[in-house]
């Protein structure tokens, strides 16, 4: 089945750098990554939705100048978290939609990554 | 706009008992639904979905769901618990035009030996 990747899977920073999360779809082609914010024992939180080739397109109260998304390529979306502070240690999960899936189950073909563990001294 | 409803955040059960887990959406249109399960420190597997056709959908590990479009409801269930189900399970809706997923709170799942 198709296979997400996240890296790296953990994360110790100090507060005030700058931390870059790279999500990759391994054997398949990813026209749209999301990426996605959890708080412990929470649910996820939709930040952004990341198109190749275009802009990422932010949900309300998501900093874009804070969380850059970047999506060079069909199989490489990144997201840096700039200038972070501990308030921004969270569980990042990224997912990816399958290009090659056609009909009705475009919607729905959505593979996640195994997250990355975020925390800022 | 879509929304999903998870009722209990906590939900015990014994090994080899019914799991149920119940989850209603709210929709104006025929809604896409999914149930996935979060391990620790881990991302998300999908356990079953529905999206047309069939009510009664059977997903991996021995669970199914079934859409109840009268009741707006999606309730996971599995025969028997196994200590190996512990997790969190989250209920999702997506909408048949867009590309976002809608997550609910989620339920955690014990199961006592």
């Known amino acids: 089945g198709a296979v997400v990747s996240q890296h790296p899977s953990r994360v110790i920073c100090k507060s005030g750098t700058s931390v870059k999360i790279e999500c990759r779809s391994l054997?398949?082609?990813?026209?749209?990554m999301f990426w996605y914010r959890q708080f412990p024992k929470q649910s996820l939180m939709l930040m952004a939705t990341s198109n190749e080739g275009s802009k990422a397109t932010y949900e309300q109260g998501v900093e874009k100048d804070k969380f850059l998304i970047n999506h060079a390529s069909l199989t490489l979306s990144t997201l840096t978290v700039t200038s972070a502070h501990p308030e921004d240690s969270s569980f990042y999960i990224c997912s990816a939609r399958d290009f090659a899936a056609s009909g009705l189950s475009r919607a729905d073909t959505q593979y996640f990554g195994p997250g990355t563990r975020l925390t800022v001294l | 706009a879509q929304s999903v409803t998870q009722l209990g955040s906590h939900v015990s059960v014994s090994e080899g008992a019914l799991v149920l887990l119940r989850c209603n959406y709210s929709?104006?249109?025929?809604?896409?639904l999914f149930w996935y399960v979060q391990y620790p420190n881990q991302g998300l597997q999908l356990l079953l979905k529905y999206t047309t056709g069939a009510t009664l959908v059977k997903g991996i590990n021995g669970f199914e769901a079934e859409f109840k479009k009268s009741e707006t409801s999606f309730h996971l269930t599995k025969p028997s618990a196994h200590m190996s189900d512990a997790a969190e399970y989250f209920c999702?809706?997506?909408?048949?035009?867009?590309?976002?997923?809608?997550f609910g709170a989620g339920t955690r799942l014990f199961v006592k030996a």
């Open positions: 999702a809706v997506i909408d048949t035009g867009g590309f976002k997923t809608i």
């Open positions: 054997d398949f082609q990813a026209t749209t």
């Open positions: 929709s104006s249109v025929p809604p896409y």
